[in-house]
């Protein structure tokens, strides 16, 4: 009956990538509330609602483009996504799901946090997460702030591979503080 | 009415024609139809005057349907053919419906599986999608009369936490009815454009919909024209609906009355609702009936009783407004006005929960009954191309994740809530058996990590897959999400450029409730989930162990001497026996023992298949091995 679909093929700058995109420096480094312009400006123009009283052809490119537009700001807007796609860009792999060999402290550090979080969902105690949480914060932020560095001074690909894999630690720890604010709500 | 080819690329309709498009709130209790007209929003009256069209569908013995009041005054004198609340049963099946025993109409099992509830009335067998356009084609009667023309189309509000199923299930009535959607809007986010506009709001906005039987919270960000909803979570179980439930009990116990009858109940819910709004404005209320025994109920509720007796309900709903601004993240300083929505806001305990949570006073200067009609009918202005120059930006969100089956009944999540849409996220899945040509894919829509206990939104089948060795095929599986909140899937073959032919086949409908289950128990049993992941997970790696060794068993079990062979086949049982009583470590550990049993086993296949590609085998012979 209905959706037959027959995958993304429209040719809205497919060719350029996210930053060519949004028409913005190729660097770890990016100006949020610029982005944050540049997104709105690029979806008044593309978004589907524009050509809702167009044909069934228009639409449909309509939300291809809006479709991509949304891809990519949300990948400029991680920092974590955007280091990964920046490295992708450069041929670097970040090896996230095989590369497991991390340094000792960094491993032991994550593993007190965990159950740092966990203690604190058990004894219900909120404050005790928000400082786990404030403490995360700092930490994921120096780790981009060492990206930042790596990526656009440095052009060190490898070692900031090393760090967005440390990153993915950091953001599966934030997403575990995530869920135990939600068991302390329920 | 012919639906509308709009118009043709590079033909624009003349500058000054103001194209006649409507916002409609199809709603669980009341509907209601408004459009712009001099550039203001206006709600439609009916030739009485009113403005709300009760959602009551009656069919009669001649086939005639009444809608709207007339309807509703036959409520109790012929309740198998007057449906009521059909909002409920849009994109359901029959097991989503519930004790139907506890409802007065006669459902009927869906013709095909998987599909819709339908409803036996004296005029034949009505699907929710019919009565629903019944509804539906009253309004849009209502506004071409009033408007004098044809509709060029129409933005129909659905709750923002509605799924596929029910959407699409939406979608498909307003075409019965026919007219043109031009969109399916959430009703939060259109009233947030009609406060929003009216307001020249900027900053970040609550919306706090606690309508007759849903709940819904929506965070936006109302900047320079662009509305954005940052993050939208809800109860779609919890409404107006269940505070005269709560009434209704008190009355119950303070009488010492146990099982009514259904007049007499229908008696006391009618008197609870209007003690419940009396309380709005006063601080206290009398109730008084003489139930069919005879029995006289005299009582006094006050103000203060009935905050207590809904003060869990409150609480409830604010919940979802936690995780809603986690989501976001934000914080409640950050959030500048709450805009009130529905009519069950108009209680003042609700007004003094959500103030005391943001710290502020709720916005409730807007008609809660009617600013989502409202904000639709402006969306649809907008929709039509009738406006230029000061053109507002929508970007919404999908509410719940979307996600894919995969093996051991986990669901991988494809698409996060709160996404913003349109959005596609693509996938790569494998086989697991050699030679496997079809593979069946199971959409799902939830927050919890076993397929269980998510919404099964659709199945579908690819075939055609070329016969490879387990894990050699990739295919690619794209989910797009529409402007309207719409899944659409397509499935590739990557090796050989295999397009999948896919037929959804769109499952049961989510229930509101499993909705509100669904998503309260997915954090209530975060912990449960990891134990049954990790179970699953260990179940999936052990068939994959017994299948593997029974197959190399098959091929070149005459490697194996007798007592070899009798020590891998005690350790297959071993493990066989564990699946089916042990628990996670215990598999875990039959799964080692048998590895240990067969390494040297493996030893000798490589040795074998060595040799046997030296003596000039086919090399490919080799490779499936």
Redesign the interface.
């Known amino acids: 009956m209905r959706r037959e679909f027959s995958g993304l093929t429209a040719s809205f700058d497919h060719a350029k990538n996210h930053f060519q995109l949004f028409g913005i420096e190729q660097t770890f480094h990016v100006d949020t509330a610029q982005l944050e312009d540049l997104f709105r400006a690029l979806q008044a123009q593309v978004h589907p609602d524009r050509s809702a009283h167009l044909t069934d052809a228009e639409q449909r490119i309509a939300m291809q483009r809006s479709t991509l537009v949304n891809e990519a700001y949300q990948t400029l807007k991680s920092p974590i996504r955007r280091a990964r796609y920046l490295l992708l860009l450069q041929g670097v792999d970040t090896q996230e799901e095989t590369n497991t060999a991390m340094p000792f402290d960094f491993l032991m550090a994550q593993m007190e946090w965990r159950e740092a979080v966990s203690d604190a969902a058990r004894a219900r105690d909120v404050e005790a997460l928000e400082q786990l949480e404030a403490t995360m914060k700092v930490n994921t932020r120096e780790l981009e702030t060492q990206l930042a560095v790596k990526i656009d001074d440095e052009h060190d690909y490898e070692f900031a591979a090393g760090l967005v894999r440390k990153l993915r630690f950091m953001e599966k720890l934030a997403e575990e503080i995530n869920s135990a604010y939600d068991e302390l709500d329920s | 009415m012919a639906l509308l080819?709009?118009?043709?690329?590079g033909f624009s309709t003349a500058p000054h024609q103001h194209?006649l498009a409507v916002g409609i709130d199809l709603g669980t209790t009341n509907s209601l139809v408004a459009t712009v007209r001099n550039s203001i929003s206006v709600v439609l009256s009916d030739e009485h005057g009113r403005s709300m069209l009760p959602s009551v569908v009656r069919y009669a013995t001649d086939g005639s349907v009444t809608v709207g009041e007339p309807a509703q005054a036959l409520q109790s004198d012929d309740p198998v053919n007057t449906i009521v609340s059909v909002k409920r049963f849009m994109g359901r099946g029959l097991a989503d419906v519930g004790d139907t025993s506890r409802l007065p109409y006669r459902f009927v099992e869906a013709t095909e599986p998987g599909g819709m509830v339908q409803l036996r009335t004296v005029a034949g067998i009505k699907s929710p999608v019919e009565i629903s356009a019944e509804i539906l084609k009253v309004l849009r009667v209502r506004a071409e009369s009033s408007l004098g023309g044809e509709l060029?189309?129409a933005v129909i509000t659905v709750p923002a936490y509605f799924d596929d199923a029910q959407r699409?299930a939406t979608k498909d009535a307003a075409k019965l009815a026919g007219l043109n959607v031009?969109?399916l809007l959430n009703e939060p986010t259109a009233a947030a454009i009609a406060y929003g506009l009216d307001n020249a709001a900027e900053g970040v906005y609550a919306v706090y919909d606690l309508g007759g039987g849903t709940f819904d919270i929506s965070i936006l960000r109302l900047?320079?024209g662009?509305f954005?909803v940052l993050a939208a979570n809800g109860d779609s179980a919890l409404g107006g609906d269940d505070f005269d439930q709560r009434i209704h009990c008190w009355l119950l116990e303070k009488n010492q009355l146990s099982a009514l009858n259904p007049k007499d109940t229908r008696l006391l819910l009618t008197l609870a609702r209007t003690a419940k709004e009396q309380l709005t404005e006063h601080d206290q209320t009398r109730i008084t009936a003489v139930l069919s025994t005879g029995e006289l109920i005299d009582n006094v509720l006050t103000a203060a009783e009935f905050q207590a007796l809904s003060q869990n309900l409150i609480q409830r709903t604010l919940?979802p407004l936690?995780?809603a601004l986690?989501d976001a993240k934000l914080s409640v300083a950050d959030v500048k006005g709450v805009v009130m929505v529905g009519g069950a806001t108009r209680m003042p305990q609700v007004q003094l929960a959500v103030g005391e949570f943001f710290g502020q006073t709720p916005l409730t200067n807007l008609d809660p009954d009617k600013v989502v009609a409202l904000g639709a009918a402006m969306?649809a202005n907008?929709?039509?191309?009738n406006r230029t120059g000061d053109?507002w930006?929508?970007?919404d969100v999908i509410p719940l994740s979307l996600g894919l089956e995969t093996m051991g009944g986990l669901a991988e999540k494809i698409i996060p809530r709160n996404?913003?849409?349109?959005?596609?996220r693509a996938q790569e899945f494998t086989t697991y058996k050699d030679g496997q040509t079809a593979m069946s894919l199971h959409v799902v829509q939830g927050e919890r990590e076993l397929v269980s206990d998510c919404r099964s939104l659709a199945r579908f089948e690819l075939r055609g897959i070329p016969a490879m060795v387990a894990g050699a095929a990739r295919i690619r599986v794209?989910f797009?999400v529409?402007?309207d909140g719409l899944?659409?899937?397509?499935a590739?073959e990557m090796g050989c450029g295999v397009?999948a032919s896919?037929v959804?086949k769109p499952s049961y409908g989510l229930s509101d409730a499993e909705i509100t289950r669904m998503l309260?128990e997915?954090?209530?049993h975060?912990?449960d989930d990891m134990v049954a992941r990790a179970l699953r997970e260990q179940e999936t790696e052990a068939n994959q162990l017994l299948e593997a060794v029974q197959h190399a068993l098959q091929i070149d079990g005459e490697l194996l001497d007798p007592a070899q062979c009798a020590l891998i086949e005690s350790h297959m049982a071993v493990l066989r026996d564990a699946l089916i009583s042990g628990g996670q470590q215990e598999i875990k550990r039959a799964v080692l023992a048998l590895n240990e049993a067969t390494v040297s086993f493996a030893q000798a296949r490589m040795d074998k298949s060595v040799s046997r590609a030296l003596a000039g085998m086919n090399i490919s012979d080799l490779e499936t091995k």
């Open positions: 080819q709009i118009s043709e690329p194209r060029i189309g699409q031009l969109r900047s320079r662009v954005e919940q936690r995780r986690r969306q907008l929709l039509a191309g053109d930006l929508l970007l996404s913003t849409i349109p959005t596609a794209t797009q529409d402007a899944l659409n899937v397509a590739r397009e896919i959804v309260q997915s954090t209530q975060a912990q």
